[in-house]
């Protein structure tokens, strides 16, 4: 996943008028400032009304859905052979933030946490706040990828991390 093809999703969310949250590896990278590492997909955070609205464009594209173990009405991959992948994590919008899983996992993210701003290529974008990676990284298990990242958060931005986050 490129930067180019991370703008061509942005064309289209501008497009569609539709709110979209960066999560994951781009996520951490949009904090950062810059493309740190290779990303697979790109991961995000959408309420169900926009996700609604997504998905209907995303299969006009061509895209396809993704078979993964783990798929859920709230969690599911869409992909194409030239914009590559997305990795779709619908919430239900609340007055004081969201909540991911409803009745289901109940994982609640506030408001700050949905108020952080990156860059990806120079392009502003919506993102989950440092807090929220370091949160969200946690009772898995991390592979070397999350362990870089959050090294990369606690060089930059001196957050505390867990001790399950550092493999030294």
């Known amino acids: ?18 709110t979209v949250w960066i999560d994951g590896g781009w996520g951490v990278d949009a904090l950062l400032g810059e493309c740190t590492r290779e990303h697979q997909d ?18 006009q594209h061509r895209f396809v859905d993704v078979y993964t173990d783990d798929r859920k009405d709230r969690n599911f991959v869409m992909g194409h052979r030239l914009h590559g992948m997305i990795d779709f994590h619908v919430i239900e919008l609340t007055e004081g933030g969201a909540i991911y899983g409803p009745g289901e996992i109940d994982w609640v993210i506030t408001e700050s946490e949905l ?54």
């Open 1 to 18: 996943m490129t930067i180019d093809m991370v703008h061509w999703f942005f064309d289209l969310f501008d497009k569609l008028d539709i």
């Open 115 to 168: 108020s952080a701003v990156g860059l990806i290529g120079g392009r502003e974008v919506r993102c989950l706040s440092v807090d929220y990676q370091v949160r969200s990284h946690a009772g898995y298990t991390l592979q070397d990828t999350d362990f870089a990242d959050m090294r990369a958060l606690q060089k930059k931005f001196g957050v505390k991390l867990l001790a399950e986050q550092m493999n030294d």
């Open 42 to 59: 790109l991961d995000i955070m959408i309420s169900w009304e926009d996700s609604a609205i997504l998905t209907a464009a995303l299969y």
